[in-house]
């Protein structure tokens, strides 16, 4: 299996299930409760390594009681810590509302601590690994980590998660190998339609591969030539939509790791995000 540098957020995740989702000003008894280690980066390095990939995380942890638990959590789950730096200051939670009607997840997200810098990041010998991946977050200090990273690594796959609409973030995409696309970035553009919007950023960016997931629709990608691939989503019962993003994400890079072509790749990470909404969790 190959060696995976998986770099950006790791949270304290406290979930609470409800039976629907409250209105404003009501209060109501959660139906369960548990936390657990969550971030986009920290769940994608749990998953891979699940998959027998070895995996470091690279993503500031806190010296709080939180932060112990994350950090002995990803150490269970044998990912790699030697390049996460333990910072004083509170762990990010995300405190996530998922409503059992349909499996949607609501997440207020509170951070105090330091994100990554990438004074540490470049203190990593990036040239050892087969794969790095970036959570694109943090967009002045990403951009010189992987400016490092294309100077250090040979030919190495570098695959960049664009979630959220921050600014600058795009600019990034001509360093990158790789692009995976949420619906609600697209969204965020004005596009309604996966496709086009695959279509219009290659016109803006080159011959990147790129991804977009559509949740009920399943996922769309775009190879260097501009073949457009779309794997339909599973027909399952919806239970649990939370980390469904990251499980793509995660069976992306382990099937194109792995030697399989985009078409299949697609295919495989809609069949992984699939299986994931239909049970409560991330099965590991």
């Not at 995996?55 to 030697?82: M, N, P, R």
């Not at 990034?172 to 996966?194: C, N, P, T, W």
């Not at 194109?256 to 992984?272: S, Y």
Request: charged share 25%; with cysteine.
């Amino acid at each position: 299996m190959s060696f995976l540098l998986i770099t950006g957020n790791a949270t304290l995740d406290i979930v609470n299930v409800v039976d629907h989702y409250p209105q404003e000003d009501e209060e109501m008894r959660a139906e369960q409760q548990w936390t657990a280690t969550g971030g986009n980066a920290a769940t994608m390095a749990k998953i891979l390594a699940a998959q027998l990939h070895r995996c470091d995380f690279v993503g500031v942890i806190a010296t709080d009681a939180a932060g112990d638990c994350i950090a002995a959590t990803l150490t269970e789950k044998s990912v790699g810590l030697d390049y996460a730096p333990r910072l004083t200051g509170k762990s990010p939670v995300s405190y996530i509302t998922l409503n059992q009607q349909n499996g949607s997840r609501t997440i207020v997200h509170h951070r105090a601590v330091e994100e990554l810098m990438a004074d540490a990041f470049c203190q990593i010998p990036v040239e050892r690994y087969d794969w790095l991946h970036f959570e694109g977050r943090n967009v002045a200090e990403l951009a010189k980590m992987l400016a490092y990273a294309r100077e250090n690594i040979i030919d190495q796959p570098i695959s960049l998660e664009i979630e959220k609409d921050r600014e600058g973030l795009e600019a990034l995409i001509e360093q990158v190998d790789l692009v995976m696309f949420s619906r609600a970035y697209a969204h965020k553009q004005g596009f309604m339609d996966a496709e086009i919007f695959l279509r219009d950023r290659q016109e803006k960016h080159g011959k990147v591969w790129m991804t977009c997931t559509w949740g009920e629709q399943g996922a769309w990608a775009i190879d260097q030539l501009g073949e457009v691939f779309h794997a339909p989503a599973l027909r399952v019962n919806v239970v649990d939509t939370l980390g469904a993003g990251d499980v793509f994400n995660a069976g992306l890079v382990h099937a194109l790791a792995t030697g399989q072509l985009l078409e299949e790749a697609l295919h495989h990470a809609v069949k992984m995000a699939g299986r994931k909404v239909a049970e409560q969790g991330i099965a590991l």
